[in-house]
């Protein structure tokens, strides 16, 4: 899933924009495309190979059948999605130094539906859909839709693998998704618009959905203005490219700093070393030499660090992000032998890995302090409580 969604938002999406010739005067492609191409091609395979490099004996069924035979509360899911939502409703109440806690705990909610379609629960379908439509109507109302267009697709992956799904009902399942996901682009910045000018009466969901209900695909498009602005959502390699523009012509090759800080501020404790004020964006500004509004954050990605620590030799960082997640699922695959639920536990710690515009401070950083999190959450269970997850 990490692969895919990078193909598809740096590879698929500047090849379209090379080849609409988009010349948006900000979302563009900033240096030619051969000179982009090879670059980004030769990072993906990289982080291909990497991501192969531990993961190549994992008995994907093996796994989901100790699953099914591990005994636990059946009350476990609906457990995890009143904590989930009832997180995410508290959210805004809760003060900035457990914020990230309230977050984490608000995506149990997600695990729930994992749990419900590995034990084969009769009410799978069901819960699940309600889980979902729920969440649409909370991202809805708050005009922010990124964290459920992840989990839809990766709930998808997981209920492919787990459900015997045909060919066709998963190529059907697709084209529905990419039909909403094309429709909730198209518009989502008007929408958005009303949302926060307070023009939205009643339900921002209902809202939303008459406002996709009203859009009129076939002919959007076959235009290629319209085209344009839907493949702007696609497409990351436009800030990828700038980096390449503005490093190292304008600023020198960062030579590793980047990587060295986000290793010390995720990893490093803070009594032995002060932590970074670090904001989404900082590195935007800094490596692509583009001004972002107030309220904007744009990260660079892996990719764009990458170059702009490295210059072309950047695929290597990539390959080494690769072997690391890997290591990671090797780990999960392994403790899974005495925790068999852990590996429905997956997504949600690569949660920001999947993200191709999130950097590698933002993403280590939550890799680590979840998987901190997710230890302490089945030892204070298994071992105070006695509760088996």
Same mark, same amino acid.
């Given at each position: 899933m990490?692969?895919l969604?990078?193909? =598809?938002q ?6 379209i924009?090379y080849?609409l ?8 492609m900033y240096?030619?495309e051969q000179?982009?191409? /090879?670059?980004a091609v ?6 291909a190979l ?7 004996n994992?008995?994907i ?8 035979s591990?005994r636990m /509360?059946?009350?476990? /899911?609906?457990?995890f999605i009143f904590i989930?939502?009832?997180?995410n ?14 977050f ?12 419900l379609?590995a034990?084969r629960s009769?009410s ?5 859909a309600?889980?979902?439509l729920i ?6 109302e708050?005009?922010m839709f990124?964290n ?7 709930i998808?992956?997981?209920v492919?693998?787990q459900?015997?799904?045909?060919r066709l ?10 039909f909403a =996901?094309?429709s ?7 929408f958005r618009d009303?949302?926060w000018?307070g023009h939205v009466?009643?339900?921002a969901?209902?809202a939303?959905?008459?406002m996709?209900?009203a859009?009129?695909?076939?002919e959007e498009l076959q ?11 696609l497409n ?8 390449m523009?503005?490093?190292?012509q304008s600023? /020198? ?5 980047t990587?060295k ?5 995720s990893?490093?404790?803070r ?7 670090v904001l989404?964006?900082d590195?935007?500004?800094e490596?692509t030499?583009l001004?972002l ?8 990605g892996l990719?764009?660090?990458?170059w702009?620590n490295?210059?072309?030799w950047?695929w290597? =960082?990539m390959g080494v992000w690769?072997a690391v997640?890997s290591g990671t699922m090797?780990?999960i695959?392994?403790?899974s032998?005495y925790l068999p639920t ?6 949600f ?7 191709a515009?999130?950097e590698l401070a933002?993403?280590?950083n ?5 998987s901190i999190?997710?230890a =302490?959450?089945?030892g204070l269970?298994r071992r105070?409580?006695?509760?088996k997850?």
């Open positions: 990490t692969l969604i990078a193909v =598809l740096l590879i698929l999406g500047p090849i924009s080849q010739g988009t010349v948006d005067t900000k979302y563009r240096v030619p000179t982009y191409m /090879p670059f030769s990072g993906m395979l990289a982080f990497g991501l192969k490099v531990f993961n190549s994992i008995d069924k093996k796994m989901f059948k100790s699953v099914e591990y /509360p059946k009350s476990i /899911p609906y457990m989930g939502m009832a997180s409703a508290l959210s805004s109440f809760a003060p900035s130094a457990i914020a990230f806690a309230f984490l705990f608000g995506q149990f909610q997600f695990i729930a539906i994992c749990y379609f034990t009769r799978r379908w069901t819960v699940g309600l889980v979902m969440s649409f109507f909370i991202s809805a708050e005009g990124h459920i267009i992840l989990w839809a697709g990766l998808f992956s997981f492919c693998m459900a015997k799904l045909t009902q998963k190529y059907a399942v697709l084209a529905v998704g990419a =996901l094309s909730l682009q198209s518009v989502k910045s008007d009303e949302l000018s009466r009643g339900s969901g209902l939303l959905i008459a996709m209900s859009e009129d695909p076939p235009s290629v203005s319209q085209l344009e602005k839907l493949n702007i959502r990351q390699g436009w800030v990828v490219s700038a980096v523009q503005h490093v190292p600023r /020198p090759f960062a030579g590793g700093a990587i800080d986000a290793v010390a501020d990893l490093l404790p009594f032995l070393f002060a932590k970074r004020e989404v964006g590195a935007f500004r490596y030499g001004p509004g107030g309220s904007t954050s744009i990260g660079i990719l764009g660090e990458a702009a490295y210059g072309w950047g290597i =960082l690769g997640l090797s780990l695959v392994r403790y032998k852990l590996v429905l536990w997956s997504p710690l690569f949660l920001m890995a999947i993200k515009e999130t933002m993403t280590l939550y890799l680590f302090k979840s999190f997710l =302490l959450l089945y269970l105070v409580f006695g509760i997850i």
